[in-house]
Structures are given as structure tokens and as C-alpha cells.
Nanobody, 124 residues
């Protein structure tokens, strides 16, 4: 069974940086796409970005492009979301997700495996 455990959330000020981690376990993730999503109160879950585990190729949502970077450490089976120049509107619960396909999709329904979520709060 796939297990995803996020860590690294917290309260920061606007302009700060923060890194989230997603430790993956349960199988070999070669061929998987790992996605990061976020959900603010009263809003739909939004695609932040994703990474192809095998190739390392990444993609990002428009609202975070140029500020957020996704990477992975194969030895640690961990995916990272490095967030810089944080804004109050980045405040949300951030989720790591996985799907058994190299095709990166932005629809949350395409990802069957999810972490528990990590709260990120950016104060102005």
C-alpha cells in the first residue's frame, strides 16, 4: 500500500521561504507522477505542481510558477516542494499525491494516493 507522509508546514511571513517534504513508501515509484496540491478554506483543491519520478521532469500551476520548485531524492524516496517569495494567498493545506502513470495531470481526481496534508500559513 502506498503511504505518503508530509512534513515541514508552519507559519511564516510574506516573502519567506518554506520547504515541504513528502516521504513515500510502499512500493517502487519508478513510473509514478508525484503531485502537490493545496486547498484553502472554501476553495477547491488546486494543482500546485508535479514531478515525474523517473525523469525528474516537473510542471507547475500558473499561480506558483517561478516561485515554487519540486524535486525528488531517489535514495530517500522523498519529494520536496520548495516555496519562495510566499504570499498570504499561498495559505492553504498542502497535500502530496501520487498516481501510477508518467502522465502528469492537474485534476486531483486522477491521483488515488494522498498524504495527510500539511498546513502552511503566510502572514502579511
Amino acid at each position: 500500500q502506498v503511504q505518503l507522509v508530509e512534513s515541514g508546514g508552519g507559519l511564516v511571513q510574506a516573502g519567506d521561504s518554506l520547504r515541504l517534504s513528502c516521504a513515500a513508501a510502499g512500493r517502487t515509484f519508478s513510473g509514478y507522477t508525484m503531485g502537490w496540491f493545496r486547498q484553502a478554506p472554501g476553495k477547491e483543491r488546486e494543482f500546485v505542481g508535479g514531478i515525474n519520478w523517473s525523469s525528474g521532469r516537473t510542471g507547475y500551476g500558473d499561480s506558483v510558477k517561478g516561485r515554487f520548485t519540486i524535486s525528488r531524492d531517489n535514495a530517500r524516496n522523498t519529494v520536496y516542494l520548495q516555496m519562495t517569495s510566499l504570499k498570504p494567498e499561498d495559505t492553504a493545506v498542502y497535500y502530496c499525491a501520487a498516481r501510477n502513470s508518467a502522465v502528469m495531470l492537474i485534476n486531483a481526481n486522477a491521483y488515488p494516493y494522498w498524504g495527510q496534508g500539511s498546513q502552511v500559513t503566510v502572514s502579511s
